[in-house]
């Protein structure tokens, strides 16, 4: 017993050993496997099979989804194109049946026995196009009918026949006409005499292509189906697509529910073989039914080719995705360095967006944001160190024309020059940024010497004045500067940059090309442009504006040979108003188009005044500004003004300034060309200071020119001015055009211009500028 006791735990002994060294065994088979797993050339494939069933299972799902609600929707359009068709069917057969109880109730109540005539006075027939009502007498006779041709045929008996036994309304099966070909429906009630007796039947023949006329092919497709069935079994019509058919039998219960569903149903149409969503409803009190039918194979046309779409983009992923896996095992190596390159792609990208958002992407300056924190930081360090720094608001000149000109390519190209050569004048403390457009702002921090900052903006001033290089022609721009300086023209940066702002706009008043310090003046006078500008929107229907003219008069005799109309505006608060302070403020915000109407319309009714009181027919001068000259309704309204004022086109000359007509030739040449067709002259008006040349001048049809006064100012004593005179009249006479001299203020000057044959002057050596009834008295007092 000891001995086998022995043997059996020996045995029990073993059997542990065997089952810990099984387990043992699994559990290092599992953890290899486990690590196998992990490699990528069993990893990504099972993840590939994973991704492809997700694939295929989404794509599936997709189609599925899309193919059911696509079928939903062709249901519920059938169904609600359904309810528009019984609606509109319902309506027209209610109208035919009216037609016939009207005949029917004039039959036998009034006892006309042809009541036609009576109710088409009464305009209570429906019209003969598309409907035929006639009279149809006991035998089957049409005694009368809207159609003359119809008069003397007879009807079929059983249509009588249906009408001697119910007193109902009666629809005929659809017949053929033998003369058109067309599909023709019967609509008719009983005519009983006065005994009660059947004495005749009211009939409407309509068209049957009538009740399918509503058939919309971008709803119903080329496939769909519209039509009305009797509750006989019998097609009175249906149409696909542009087929119009007739007189097909079918099962109507199995077409027309008897319930009052309203689903539509999926079936193969018996009468086409067409598969459709139908929908069919029996229409009230009327042995009618409409069917609608939508094709579909044709609304699902869309979500099946959508479904090949997805299928091909499945197959193409998958096909993509079995490629990538296999290639993975060879690009292990090429993953962590993949990973390497996006982490840095990822932080270059960083740093270009905060780049970005921080420096302008054309110039590469600071832009607004940057600057305002760079602004900010300084005014700080400015005011605990108790120093100064100044900023330099800069806008380009003449920007507009460049781009107008050379197109934006060379605009940016000369924003990025224009960049540089600022740049290029600064200290390295300095910072320049471009807030946008042809706008730049300079920071001048840590001020040692107040003069710096006038010699750095005439250095900025100079630098962008030297010629630039654009598309290979040579562009000159200038720049104007304003200039404001911490602690006095502001203590935050808003404060800084709107002073400097004012300033800038202060610049480009005194002639542009310039720079200018903030002061409390100029902040005056911003408020007083804002207040004109205010005050100016409301000027002319207030009636404070009013007309000035000064005479233009013969070199030899001193005659006045017609006048200029010059404006003038009487503000109620601040009297007189120059025209040099509000004309450009009327420019800038478009005001000067209608001010310029009125102008022209008044100053025209005033020549048509004075020629009415027997003075001589003498020319009116007006000027066109930039914003009028461009107006594209400009001949309109000097055509409508002409008419509307009866002045003589001829005695009308508008001046334009000669830099006007080079800006854009083409353009000038049209508008020109166009005031010429209107029998208006026209006179160039500041002559000298543009850049018009002998054959520049050749191809505009010109009648004057008017010689800019600062020629005429200095003409005794500067001999530039006298020698650009002189051939500025020869250039005239060269010409053929009367030549004008503006601003004669002295007898030496009227002389000079006697002595070169100048054709006509006007200035305050004869007369200044008068209110319409003192140079009344002037052409009054002129010898005739």
Same mark, same amino acid.
């Given at each position: ?83 528009? @068709? ?271 958002? @921080? !420096? ?24 605990? @160190? ?14 507009? !024309? ?135 929107? !409301? ?8 007309? !000035? ?18 404006l003038r505006w009487d503000h109620p608060d601040l009297g007189i108003v120059a025209p040099m302070q509000f004309i450009p403020i009327a420019e800038e915000t478009g005001l000067i188009v209608p001010i310029g109407k009125w102008v022209l319309k008044t100053a025209c009714l005033q020549n048509v005044a004075w020629q009415q009181q027997g003075l001589p027919h003498l020319g009116m001068a007006v000027n066109l500004t930039a914003r009028q000259f461009a107006d594209e309704n400009l001949l309109t309204d000097l055509a409508a003004i002409l008419a509307e004022t009866g002045m003589e086109a001829s005695l009308l000359e508008l001046e334009i300034a000669e830099s006007l007509l080079m800006q854009d030739v083409k353009r000038a040449l049209s508008v020109l060309t166009g005031l010429k067709r209107l029998k208006i002259r026209i006179a160039i008006d500041d002559f000298g200071i543009g850049y018009s040349s002998l054959s520049a001048l050749k191809q505009f049809p010109l009648d004057s ?80």
């Amino acid at each position: 017993m000891p001995v086998q006791r022995s043997n059996i735990l020996r045995s029990a002994t073993d059997i542990a050993h065997s089952a810990n060294s099984v387990s043992v065994t699994t559990n290092s088979l599992f953890r290899r496997g486990f690590d196998q797993a992990k490699e990528i050339y069993i990893l990504f494939p099972l993840l590939a099979v994973f991704l492809l069933l997700s694939i295929w299972a989404a794509t599936l799902y997709l189609i599925k989804v899309e193919q059911v609600r696509a079928q939903q929707s062709a249901a519920a359009a059938s169904v609600e194109i359904a309810a528009t @068709y019984e609606a509109q069917i319902l309506r027209a057969v209610r109208e035919i049946d009216q037609t016939l109880k009207l005949v029917k109730y004039t039959y036998e109540s009034e006892g006309e026995q042809n009541p036609l005539p009576k109710l088409k006075a009464r305009a209570l027939l429906p019209p003969p196009f598309l409907f035929d009502v006639s009279v149809v007498d006991a035998d089957g006779m049409v005694v009368a009918s809207t159609q003359p041709s119809e008069a003397g045929s007879r009807v079929a008996q059983d249509e009588l026949q249906t009408l001697r036994r119910d007193n109902v309304l009666s629809i005929s099966r659809p017949w053929k006409n033998p003369v058109t070909g067309e599909w023709k429906l019967r609509f008719s009630r009983r005519l009983n005499s006065a005994d009660g007796a059947f004495s005749g039947i009211a009939m409407v023949e309509v068209d049957a292509a009538y009740f399918v006329s509503s058939y919309d092919a971008s709803k119903l497709g080329n496939q769909g189906t519209l039509g009305l069935l009797g509750t006989d079994g019998i097609f009175r019509v249906w149409r696909t697509g542009e087929v119009v058919l007739a007189g097909d039998a079918v099962d109507y219960t199995a077409v027309v529910p008897d319930n009052e569903t309203t689903e539509a149903v999926l079936a193969i149409n018996g009468w086409d073989g067409v598969r459709r969503y139908t929908s069919a409803r029996q229409l009230y009190d009327y042995p009618l039914a409409i069917i609608v039918g939508l094709s579909e194979e044709e609304q699902l046309s869309a979500v099946n080719r959508q479904a090949h779409t997805y299928l091909w983009r499945a197959a193409g992923a998958s096909l993509l995705l079995v490629l990538l896996v296999s290639l993975l095992s060879r690009m292990s190596w090429q993953l962590v360095q993949s990973r390497l390159r996006a982490a840095e792609a990822k932080i270059a990208y960083a740093e270009r967006v905060e780049y970005l958002a @921080y !420096h302008d992407g054309l110039t590469s300056l600071p832009n607004r944001s940057l600057f305002s924190k760079m602004l900010s930081q300084s005014i700080s360090e400015a005011s605990r @160190y108790h120093r100064q720094l100044a900023v330099l608001f800069l806008d380009l000149d003449r920007f507009k !024309h460049i781009n107008d000109t050379l197109g934006h390519d060379a605009g940016d190209q000369l924003l990025q020059e224009v960049a540089q050569r600022i740049t290029a004048c600064l200290r390295a403390s300095d910072t320049v940024a471009r807030l946008g457009g042809d706008e730049f702002v300079i920071l001048l921090p840590e001020l040692s010497e107040d003069k710096y900052v006038a010699i750095t903006a005439q250095k900025v001033l100079s630098t962008i004045a030297r010629p630039f290089n654009l598309q290979d022609h040579e562009f000159r721009v200038t720049a104007s500067i304003g200039i404001s300086v911490f602690p006095q023209d502001g203590l935050d940066e808003q404060t800084l940059k709107k002073n400097a702002d004012i300033a800038m706009y202060q610049a480009k008043q005194q002639g542009k090309n310039n720079f200018q310090f903030y002061s409390e003046k100029l902040n005056a006078d911003s408020l007083e442009r804002l207040t004109l500008e205010l005050s100016l929107r !409301h000027a002319l229907e207030r009636q404070e504006f009013q007309l !000035h003219y000064q005479a233009k008069r013969d070199i030899r005799s001193g005659q006045i040979t017609g006048m200029e109309a010059l404006l003038r505006w009487d503000h109620p608060d601040l009297g007189i108003v120059a025209p040099m302070q509000f004309i450009p403020i009327a420019e800038e915000t478009g005001l000067i188009v209608p001010i310029g109407k009125w102008v022209l319309k008044t100053a025209c009714l005033q020549n048509v005044a004075w020629q009415q009181q027997g003075l001589p027919h003498l020319g009116m001068a007006v000027n066109l500004t930039a914003r009028q000259f461009a107006d594209e309704n400009l001949l309109t309204d000097l055509a409508a003004i002409l008419a509307e004022t009866g002045m003589e086109a001829s005695l009308l000359e508008l001046e334009i300034a000669e830099s006007l007509l080079m800006q854009d030739v083409k353009r000038a040449l049209s508008v020109l060309t166009g005031l010429k067709r209107l029998k208006i002259r026209i006179a160039i008006d500041d002559f000298g200071i543009g850049y018009s040349s002998l054959s520049a001048l050749k191809q505009f049809p010109l009648d004057s020119i008017k010689i800019d006064r600062s020629f005429i100012c200095d003409v005794t004593s500067v001999s530039e001015d006298k020698a650009l005179t002189e051939a500025i009249i020869a250039m005239g006479r060269t010409l053929s055009l009367t030549v004008v001299a503006q601003g004669v203020e002295t007898k030496e000057q009227a002389d000079f211009l006697r002595e070169n044959a100048c054709d006509e002057f006007q200035g305050f050596y004869f007369n200044r500028p008068v209110p319409a009834d003192q140079f009344t008295m002037l052409l009054q007092a002129q010898p005739g």
